[in-house]
Structure formats: C-alpha cells, structure tokens
C-alpha cells in the first residue's frame, strides 16, 4: 500500500472521491519505499504536482494537472511513476504491484518535504523560462530526468547519490527488479 503525505495545497486539488476514500494509515509501519510525498507548483498559471519517495526521493511530476481530466488519481499517479521509472530504465512492474491500493499518512517526515522544497527552488525558475518554447511532453522528460539526477544527501548516509541510482539500489535490495 502506498501511504501518500498531502500538502493542504495539493490536497485541495486532488479528486474530492479520492480524498475521502483515503484510510489513515499513519500509524501502521510500512516500508517508507511505499510512502510517497506531494506537493504543487506553478508554471504558466498551470498547476503541476510533485511528489518524492520518502527513501529514495525518487520524484516525478505531473504537468499541467486537473482533477476534472483525471477521475482517478490513483491510477494516473500509478501511471506518470511507471513511465517515469521506465524513463531511467527500471521495470515498474513488481513495485507496482505492492502499490495497488493507497492511504493517507498524516505524518510529515522533514526529508522528502524539503527535497521537494529544494526541487521547487533549484528548477522551477529554469522551467518557467523554458515552459513557452517546450511542449508539454519535453517539459516532463525535462523534469523527470533533472529531478532523478539531481545529487542529493540521505540521512545516515555518507557522500551524495541521484534519486534514480537509490531507487534501483533499494528495489534491488526487496529483490523487485
């Protein structure tokens, strides 16, 4: 099961179904593989969400999101991870079967909010420039390339790593590549 930490921004827009449906998984252990943060940023007026694994901080966007054209969350969320996981060449397919189902963790852990926040910082002024002159699926391949080579620290670890090489090392480690 996925447990997904909301940001009250992006809560509010995500599908109201979704929300409610949600169960509160806060306080079950689960490997933090599974937990998954999500934030929104803005580019062109167009709301875009972002979210990072709490492990690896494996990240992926979802551009120019609209809860009408996407009924269900889950499965466009599902989606956009596979093919951003694919794109640094890792198989979804035995990951995505643990991610079949979601709940909502109302627990924040500081690590994945700031990566996030980080994200925010470093690319987002360069995607607004290059925004108008990229078309939507170069823009994503953009971010989804930056933000999985992008070296970063983990805590308790030493030296740096890009989110893409953790997050094969750790799906290799559960034996699901």
């Not at 997904?4 to 179904?17: A, D, E, F, H, M």
């Not at 924040?108 to 108008?132: C, E, M, T, W, Y």
């Not at 890009?162 to 799906?171: C, D, F, I, T």
Request: hydrophobic share 40%.
């Amino acid at each position: 099961m996925i447990k997904l930490y909301q940001t009250k921004r992006l809560s509010g827009n995500l599908s109201p179904s979704f929300c409610r449906a949600l169960p509160d998984v806060s306080a079950e252990a689960a490997d933090p593989l599974l937990s998954w943060y999500g934030d929104m940023f803005f580019l062109a007026r167009k709301a875009n969400l972002l979210f990072t694994n709490e492990l690896t901080k494996f990240s992926f966007p979802l551009l120019g999101y609209r809860k009408a054209e996407h009924p269900d969350f889950a499965a466009t969320f599902r989606a956009c991870l596979a093919r951003t996981l694919q794109l640094h060449g890792i198989p979804p397919g035995a990951y995505l079967e643990q991610a079949a189902e979601f709940g909502r963790n109302a627990k924040s852990n500081r690590s994945p909010l700031a990566h996030i926040s980080r994200l925010k910082i470093d690319f987002v002024p360069s995607l607004k420039a290059q925004a108008g002159f990229m078309g939507k699926e170069g823009l994503w391949r953009r971010c989804a390339c930056d933000f999985n080579t992008f070296l970063t620290s983990y805590p308790g670890g030493t030296g740096y790593a890009a989110p893409a090489e953790m997050m094969r090392e750790e799906l290799e480690k559960r034996q699901l590549l």
